[in-house]
């Protein structure tokens, strides 16, 4: 049976950088059963992270976590170290999230939370900030969370991993299933979206 789920640390941001215990993870210890169980209490806050601007609110991410380590763990015995554990874990998540995503043939609002990682959301809202100043960052992450659900799930998903989870772009072309010129252009326009969107902030 796979891992239970791992309560209560998942809205934690976590590096991009892959950890020492990603780096450790061989293909051997991620088919072992307990090894497995160590790779989902290191990455749940990760993937949460991905899958809440992916999806755009906590239950939907939540599910979104578990049938991706569902699926991780299915097809463990597949993952043959070349590609990070992070890496192969983000890839999953995405494909999931894009299947749900196709399923429901809407765009929900990705909804960010300063605490997972969002550098403009934390200057504004630091401590001592002026009431004029907390009501603009909460006007500026409305406009920014508007401006994602405006994305195609694809674009969405191309920025999320690109800029937020910094993937490289030939990460990014192979969970998305594009070409190296598809995945850059994809990003291109998700970027260019953005910036007539956010024009003036």
């Not at 991620?30 to 999806?55: C, I, K, P, Q």
């Not at 999953?92 to 969002?118: H, K, M, S, V, Y």
């Not at 406009?143 to 991993?161: T, Y």
Request: with cysteine; glycine share 6%; proline share 5%.
């Amino acid at each position: 049976m796979p891992p239970a789920r791992v309560d209560g640390s998942w809205m934690t941001n976590v590096a991009a950088e892959p950890t020492a215990n990603d780096v450790a993870a061989t293909a051997p210890a991620v088919w072992d059963e307990e090894g497995f169980r160590a790779v989902v209490e290191t990455h749940s806050s990760r993937l949460f992270s991905l899958a809440y601007r992916m999806m755009g609110n906590a239950q939907d991410a939540e599910d979104l976590v578990q049938e991706s380590f569902l699926r991780a763990y299915r097809s463990r015995r597949g993952f043959d170290g070349r590609a990070s554990v992070t890496t192969w874990l983000c890839r999953i998540c995405t494909n999931a999230a894009l299947d749900q995503l196709r399923r429901r043939r809407t765009r929900p609002q990705p909804a960010a939370d300063p605490e997972e990682g969002a550098s403009w959301a934390e200057s504004l809202t630091a401590p001592g900030a002026s009431p004029e100043r907390l009501m603009f960052s909460r006007e500026l992450r409305t406009r920014v969370h508007a401006a994602m659900a405006a994305l195609s799930p694809k674009e969405r998903a191309a920025f999320v991993l690109r800029h937020y989870e910094g993937l490289s772009i030939e990460e990014i072309g192979t969970a998305l299933g594009l070409r190296t010129a598809a995945t850059k252009n994809t990003i291109f326009r998700g970027v260019r979206k953005l910036r007539a969107l956010l024009e003036g902030l």
